[in-house]
C-alpha cells in the first residue's frame, strides 16, 4: 500500500511539472524594438536606423517601430534606411510621433515604406520634391531627370504597399504635404494612434502584405517595448553633423593652426587645432556645404591678416567680420530646418577670432620688424667712440667692448662713430659728427 501511494505521488508530481507550462506559466510577451529618427537623414542616422533593425531581426523581434521626426536629409541615406525597412524579416512599422513631429521630404519616403504606417495626430508629411543641394546648379534636362527618378520610386514604394500612388507622387512632384487626418482619409497612412500602445491594440492578429509579396499576422498584444538607443559613439558622429559644432569646431581648429605657426614649439595649440579641424571635416562632410561661404570665410581671415600687417584704421577688419558672419551663415546650403548656422554662433564665433586673429599677428610682425639685437646684425647701426685715431684703422669702443675698426675715412680719436658693416672681428665705421 506503501509503495502505491509513493507510485501515485510521483505520477501526480510529474503531471504537475508536464502539465504546467500550459496552465500555470505566463507566456513571453512580444518584443517590439523602437528605432528613433529624429532630426535629418544623413549617414549616421541612416547607420543607426539599419543596424537597429538588424537587431531587431537577430533578437526575432515581433515587429520594428521606427518612430519618425525629420524635415527631410541625403537621398542616399534615405535609400539605406528604405533597403534595411524592405529586407527586414521582422515587419517594420513606420510611426510619425509625437504630436507636433513630421516626416516631410526623405521622411515621406521612409514613412510610405513601412509595412504598417501610421501618424499621431498633430503630425504632417509630404513636401517630398527633390532638392539640388551644395551650391550646385543644373539644366533642366537634369532637374526633371531628377525629379522622375524620385517619384518613380515613390510609384514602386506605394504601389508595393497598397497606398494612394497618385497622391504619393504628387508629394514628390508638386511639393504637397498632408496632415495625419489628410493621409489617412486619402489612403496614404493605415491609422492614427497617440501611442504605440494603441497601434498594438488595432493591428494585434491582422494579416499584413509584405513587401516580397508574403503574408505576416501580427501578434502585438502585449508587446514589450525594447528601445535601441544609439551608440556613444555614434552619437558623437550625430553631434559633429550639428552645423553649430562643426563651425565652432572649424574656426578653433584654424586658430589652433595659427597659433602654432606663428609661434612654433607650443605643440599643444598646433595638435588640438589639428584634430579639430579634421572634426569639423567630417562634420561638413555630412552637410551640404556651399562653396560660396567657404569662400567667404577664408577672404574673412585674409583680411584679418591684412588688418594686422596694414594701417587701415579697422576698415579690413569690419570686412572680415562682415565676410566671415555672411560667410557662415550661408555656408550649409539646405533646404531643412535647423541646419544652419545660428547667428548667435556666428557673432560669438567670429568677433573673438577677429581679436585674437590680428592680435596674435600684429605681434609676430612686429617681431620680425624688430631689429636684432645680438650677432652682426646687432652691431649695424650701433653708434660708439673713437678710441685712436682711425688712419684708417685703429680702435673705437662700441656696445662696452673694444674693437678693431677701420673707418670709412681719417678718424679722430674721440670722435663718435656708426658701425657700417662688419667684417669679422673687424668693425667698418664712419664718423656720425663729421663737423668736429
Not at 527586414?88 to 513631429?101: D, F, K, N
Not at 527618378?149 to 497598397?162: L, N, S
Not at 653708434?383 to 688712419?391: M, N, S
Not at 673694444?402 to 663718435?416: F, V
Amino acid at each position: 500500500m506503501k509503495s502505491f501511494l509513493q507510485t501515485l505521488g510521483l505520477a501526480l508530481g510529474l503531471a504537475g511539472v508536464l502539465l504546467w507550462p500550459a496552465y500555470g506559466a505566463t507566456p513571453n510577451p512580444p518584443v517590439v524594438v523602437e528605432v528613433d529618427l529624429d532630426g535629418a537623414v544623413q549617414s549616421v542616422s541612416a547607420r543607426y536606423v539599419a543596424n537597429g533593425i538588424d537587431f531587431a531581426n537577430q533578437i526575432h523581434a515581433q515587429a520594428v517601430l521606427l518612430e519618425l521626426n525629420t524635415p527631410g536629409g541625403l537621398e542616399d541615406s534615405m535609400r539605406e534606411i528604405i533597403e534595411a525597412i524592405v529586407a527586414s524579416h521582422a515587419p517594420v512599422i513606420t510611426y510619425v510621433a509625437p504630436s507636433g513631429a513630421r516626416a516631410a521630404s526623405a521622411g515621406f519616403f521612409i514613412l510610405m515604406a513601412g509595412d504598417l504606417a501610421v501618424m499621431a495626430p498633430g503630425t504632417n508629411t509630404g513636401a517630398a520634391h527633390p532638392v539640388v543641394i551644395g551650391g550646385m546648379h543644373v539644366g533642366k534636362t537634369m532637374e526633371t531627370k531628377i525629379e522622375n527618378d524620385a517619384a518613380a520610386y515613390m510609384r514602386a514604394i506605394a504601389e508595393k504597399r497598397g497606398r494612394n500612388v497618385q497622391l504619393a507622387q504628387a508629394a514628390v512632384l508638386k511639393s504637397l504635404s498632408y496632415t495625419y487626418q489628410e493621409a489617412l482619409d486619402d489612403h496614404l497612412i493605415d491609422a492614427i494612434a497617440s501611442s504605440p500602445q494603441q497601434i498594438f491594440q488595432q493591428f494585434d492578429g491582422k494579416t499584413i502584405h509584405r513587401f516580397d509579396g508574403s503574408t505576416t499576422v501580427l501578434r502585438l498584444a502585449g508587446a514589450r517595448i525594447r528601445v535601441y538607443r544609439m551608440s556613444a559613439f555614434n552619437r558623437f558622429l550625430s553631434w559633429l553633423a550639428d552645423p553649430n559644432i562643426a563651425f565652432i569646431l572649424g574656426a578653433l581648429g584654424v586658430l589652433g593652426l595659427y597659433v602654432e605657426f606663428t609661434h612654433p614649439g607650443f605643440v599643444l595649440p598646433g595638435v588640438a587645432g589639428a584634430v579639430a579641424v579634421v572634426l569639423a571635416l567630417f562634420g561638413f562632410h555630412l552637410l551640404p556645404i556651399n562653396y560660396a561661404g567657404v569662400l567667404l570665410i577664408v577672404l574673412a581671415l585674409a583680411l584679418f591678416v591684412m588688418e594686422a600687417k596694414f594701417t587701415a584704421h579697422g576698415i579690413l577688419a569690419l570686412g572680415g567680420i562682415v565676410a566671415m558672419v555672411v560667410g557662415s551663415m550661408i555656408l550649409i546650403n539646405s533646404p531643412w530646418p535647423g541646419t544652419h548656422v545660428h547667428l548667435s554662433t556666428s557673432l560669438s564665433v567670429t568677433l573673438p577670432l577677429a581679436i585674437i586673429t590680428i592680435f596674435l599677428m600684429r605681434l609676430a610682425w612686429a617681431a620680425k620688424l624688430q631689429k636684432a639685437v645680438t650677432g652682426e646684425e646687432g652691431m649695424i647701426d650701433s653708434v660708439g667712440v673713437a678710441r685712436t685715431d682711425l688712419t684708417p684703422t685703429g680702435r673705437v669702443w662700441v656696445r662696452g667692448e673694444l674693437w678693431e675698426a677701420r673707418g670709412l675715412e681719417n678718424i679722430p680719436s674721440g670722435a663718435q662713430v656708426r658701425v657700417c658693416q662688419v667684417e669679422g672681428l673687424t668693425l667698418v665705421v664712419e664718423r656720425v659728427d663729421k663737423s668736429r
